[in-house]
């Protein structure tokens, strides 16, 4: 079946711009994870969605991302007012229930100018 | 807190070499772990998991054994490939079905280069 799929592959954009990052998790998986990827901290966990429940935003680094799960399902990552900082790979991952794998979506690469 | 901590890179090696990745965790409770590698221009994927003490874990001749004692999990392979050239992270994570979030905690990752 479909694995998990991020939009875009790519995102250039300037500072102080907002972006949103799409994530479209395995059919049937009710927790969804963004990570992100950088030089500088490694992977880091962003944010985790279970179900209905209310999100795990522990690990959003400050109050300019936000992300939101509609329906269950699709997830999206927003970062405002972007700085240079924020550049990196954003990781989607999604996982059944009963299980410890994730499954890990392509990234989008974001980069701040 | 919990953390990962995995050998710096980079490692090279003539193909056929024998591998090992050491990867050492700090931990407040029984985590599972896991080794995931990205290869060149691709996504993580899960390589092998362990999810308690003593247990082995292996795929595509990789293994990693979970040592409590030591609280290590070092990948090997015996016989490395050029097609082995990649990224690993070890990771660790909590699944607790009751409700644990299970986020994946990873070491800075090890970048493998296999020359033929």
């Known amino acids: 079946g479909a694995g998990v799929s991020q939009s875009p592959s790519n995102k250039v954009t300037e500072k102080g711009k907002d972006v949103e990052l799409r994530c479209d998790p395995i059919s049937g998986h009710t927790a969804l994870y963004w990570y992100r990827q950088s030089l500088g901290q490694g992977l880091e966990f962003l944010i985790y969605f279970q179900g209905n429940s209310a999100p795990d935003k522990s690990g959003l680094p400050s109050d300019r991302f936000s992300a939101e799960r509609t329906g269950g399902s699709v997830s999206t990552l927003t970062i405002q007012r972007t700085q240079q900082e924020d550049s990196a790979v954003y990781l989607c991952?999604?996982?059944?229930?009963?299980?410890?794998?994730?499954?890990f979506g392509p990234g989008t690469r974001l980069t701040v100018l | 807190g919990d953390s990962v901590t995995q050998m710096e890179g980079p490692v090279t090696l003539s193909e056929e070499a024998f591998l090992t990745i050491n990867c050492t965790y700090t931990?407040?409770?029984?985590?599972?772990l896991f080794w995931y590698v990205q290869y060149p221009g691709e996504g993580l994927q899960l390589l092998l998991k362990?999810?308690?003490?003593?247990d082995k874990g292996s795929n595509k001749g990789f293994e990693a054994t979970y040592r409590k004692e030591t609280t290590s999990f070092h990948l090997e392979k015996g016989s490395v490939q050029v097609s082995d050239s990649a990224v690993y992270f070890c990771?660790?994570?909590?699944?607790?079905?009751?409700?644990?979030?299970?986020?994946?905690?990873f070491g800075k990752g090890t970048k493998l280069s296999v020359k033929p």
């Open positions: 990771a660790l994570s909590y699944m607790n079905y009751g409700g644990s979030q299970g986020n994946l905690i």
């Open positions: 362990a999810t308690k003490a003593d």
């Open positions: 931990a407040t409770g029984y985590p599972s």
């Open positions: 991952a999604s996982r059944g229930l009963r299980t410890d794998t994730q499954y």
